[in-house]
């Protein structure tokens, strides 16, 4: 399978505005402290914020599941907040027929003009394939999906999903393999997540007007509890400090150290991001005249880097 690869020192489609944004994230990162990358213990890394029946935590930790029934959904939360980093889940998806409900693995702000960075991904019919949903938000405005089948039964086992955030660029990897990019373009006068600390969050919930072909298929529950499993939350981040520490790691092994600060994808990379959008994205709003029959957002309208 094809391995994901970075650039550290930025893409050939970089510019003015995003060195800026590298100088001025350095400055923030100077006066945060790193937390470090480690295997995760549910019990130590989050919190159970809803549906408590639903949602449980086993093996010591190192395992944790989200149910769904008629009475309630489930959800956690990190214990920490973090103004970017690296954030990598397994996460095995509801098997059989999922429809109507909709497993998420997001970053979060608060308050009316918080930011996001969310996979969600959303069930389906017996056989049929799930949607991975995709979206950014800065401000509080989002707006900005795509969305994509998996090369892959997301049921069977684990995958991986992770989100790469730093001032440069925002990356939605599954397996390793980069699906997405966002890239900050402030100079240009698209809003970027970079001021605000997020926290982890992952939920399960009945979502049957909106989730599976528009909410024209609906849930059944007789086949609830609907069930995701997860296993190994690592985070490689870093937290809002006073302390001036600085915010970097000694090793150099890409995305599982300090590397991620400055780095974006490098020419091997953005090969396979094409593949992935050419083979298995199934909607992109940069497309959508329809929606945006005013005129499509800024970002959309520059010369793509793929």
């Not at 497993?103 to 969310?118: A, K, N, W």
């Not at 900005?144 to 990897?173: A, G, K």
Request: proline share 5%.
């Amino acid at each position: 399978m094809p391995q994901f690869s970075t650039s550290s020192s930025g893409s050939t489609s970089g510019s003015s505005s995003r060195a800026s944004a590298v100088a001025v994230a350095l400055m923030i990162l100077m006066m945060m402290m790193e937390v470090p990358s480690a295997a995760g213990n549910f019990y130590q890394d989050v919190d159970i914020t809803w549906g408590n029946k639903n949602a449980k935590i086993l093996r010591g930790g190192r395992l944790l599941t989200l149910s769904l029934d008629q009475i309630s959904g489930s959800a956690f939360q990190s214990k920490q907040e973090y103004l970017f980093g690296t954030f990598d889940i397994q996460l095995k998806l509801v098997p059989g027929n999922s429809a109507g409900t909709v497993t998420t693995f997001y970053l979060s702000s608060q308050g009316e003009l918080h930011d996001e960075i969310d996979f969600e991904f959303l069930g389906n019919a017996s056989g049929e394939p799930y949607t991975v949903h995709t979206n950014v938000y800065s401000q509080g405005k989002g707006n900005r999906e795509q969305q994509f089948r998996l090369w892959f039964d997301p049921t069977t086992s684990f995958h991986t999903y992770s989100i790469v955030w730093n001032p440069l660029c925002i990356i939605f990897l599954v397996d390793n393999i980069p699906i997405r990019e966002f890239q900050n373009e402030e100079g240009e006068g698209v809003p970027f997540p970079k001021d605000q600390p997020m926290r982890v969050y992952s939920s399960i919930w009945d979502a049957d007007d909106w989730a599976t072909q528009g909410g024209r298929v609906k849930t059944d529950w007789r086949q609830a509890p609907f069930t995701a499993v997860y296993r190994n939350f690592n985070v490689n981040a870093c937290s809002p400090s006073s302390s001036g520490s600085s915010c970097g790691s000694k090793s150099t092994d890409s995305f599982s150290t300090g590397a991620w600060q400055t780095q974006d994808l490098d020419a091997r990379g953005r090969k396979r991001l094409r593949w992935v959008q050419k083979n298995f994205m199934i909607y992109d709003y940069c497309f959508d005249l329809k929606r945006f029959f005013e005129g499509l957002p800024p970002e959309c309208k520059r010369p793509s880097s793929l």
